[in-house]
């Protein structure tokens, strides 16, 4: 979900998933013109994942903010890819979230992030 918004100490992975977003945006209207039946783009928007890649990122709620399970994460792709599904983003209250960032105005959203502790979850990162 950082390809939707960022906190302190990962911009630069936010950035490049930002990309990617973007990237698969732009290539699902390619092949809408093109007029490619039957490909579809499927871009999937995980939060922290319990693959060991976040090891250490510790959240203020982790009863909201938990890692998601690869295996549900795996279950939804397939889900989407095969009904050409675009976004996928999990935990699927998340999409709330997301909304949140697109309107809400910065200094609030600066509010947000301090009052769920998103800027210090890093803090315990181990790499």
Do not use: Q
Request: hydrophobic share 50%; with cysteine; net charge positive.
């Amino acid at each position: 979900v950082l390809a939707f918004g960022s906190v302190a100490g990962v911009g630069d992975y936010a950035a490049s998933k930002a990309a990617a977003l973007s990237f698969a945006e732009s290539l699902h209207f390619e092949l809408l013109v093109s007029s490619s039946a039957g490909v579809k783009v499927t871009c999937v928007c995980p939060y922290l994942m319990d693959t060991g890649m976040f090891a250490g990122v510790r959240t203020r709620l982790p009863f909201l903010f938990g890692p998601v399970k690869s295996s549900v994460v795996a279950d939804h792709t397939i889900s989407a890819v095969s009904c050409g599904k675009f976004l996928v983003i999990l935990p699927r209250w998340f999409h709330f979230l997301v909304f949140l960032s697109r309107i809400l105005p910065l200094k609030a959203l600066d509010e947000l992030s301090i009052l769920l502790g998103a800027s210090e979850a890093m803090n315990t990162f181990k790499n």
